[in-house]
């Protein structure tokens, strides 16, 4: 299968202003004294807190194009930092680049999270094949043909192959049994496998 590095969306996408506030434990209206508690070693805590100015304003302008209160744009982006702040010993070997993208991934999981559970609450049905995000094309073929795929089967490619996670820590990650997160990739692959054919590669 063809190299998956990582996913693309629009780095043009505005910082909010409140983004990085005076205190540092307190970001865009939440704490992030959960997060930061999580994390044992001082190094590892500094890092995360620059690895929170650096994309924080980014997450949580993804998070308001998909979520309409800003509530719960806010919830979503630090659900997903208190995601990375619990795998963060791994996690922060990353590049940037990719840990950019696993923050990505992350944040849109958590939207489909709250967009299920008012759904839900709503009595109406949820469809979670459909792409919350939608980059523009790169002229990459890998990035285009993955940027199409559904948030559920982009997730479980990324964490598998871009991040090196094995099949049961992705299955961790996204909450899913082993076995479900098995049957996940393989209909992720196979999806992959069509998009990218249609880009004129042949796997």
């Not at 063809?2 to 910082?15: D, E, F, S, V």
């Not at 939440?30 to 924080?56: G, H, K, N, S, W």
């Not at 980059?135 to 090196?164: I, K, N, T």
């Not at 099949?167 to 990650?173: D, G, N």
């Amino acid at each position: 299968m063809a190299q998956i590095t990582g996913l693309r969306y629009n780095k043009a996408m505005p910082h909010t202003k409140n983004a990085i506030a005076s205190d540092p434990h307190r970001k865009g209206g939440y704490t992030l004294l959960p997060c930061i508690q999580t994390i044992e070693d001082p190094q590892e805590r500094l890092l995360f807190a620059d690895v929170y100015a650096a994309y924080a304003g980014r997450m949580l302008a993804l998070a308001r194009q998909k979520l309409h209160a800003p509530a719960d744009a806010e919830d979503a982006v630090h659900q997903a930092f208190l995601s990375l702040a619990e795998h963060f010993s791994h996690l922060s070997r990353l590049p940037r680049p990719q840990l950019e993208a696993y923050l990505v991934v992350v944040t849109e999981r958590k939207c489909i999270d709250l967009l299920r559970r008012t759904a839900r609450l709503d009595g109406a049905p949820f469809d979670e094949e459909t792409a919350l995000v939608s980059p523009p094309p790169s002229g990459e073929p890998v990035a285009d043909a993955m940027a199409r795929l559904s948030p559920r089967f982009r997730q479980a490619l990324l964490l598998r192959y871009a991040f090196g996670y094995s099949t049961r820590e992705t299955a961790s990650l996204l909450d899913l049994s082993f076995a479900a997160a098995q049957k996940l990739l393989q209909r992720a692959k196979a999806a992959l496998r069509i998009e990218l054919e249609k880009e004129g590669i042949s796997v």
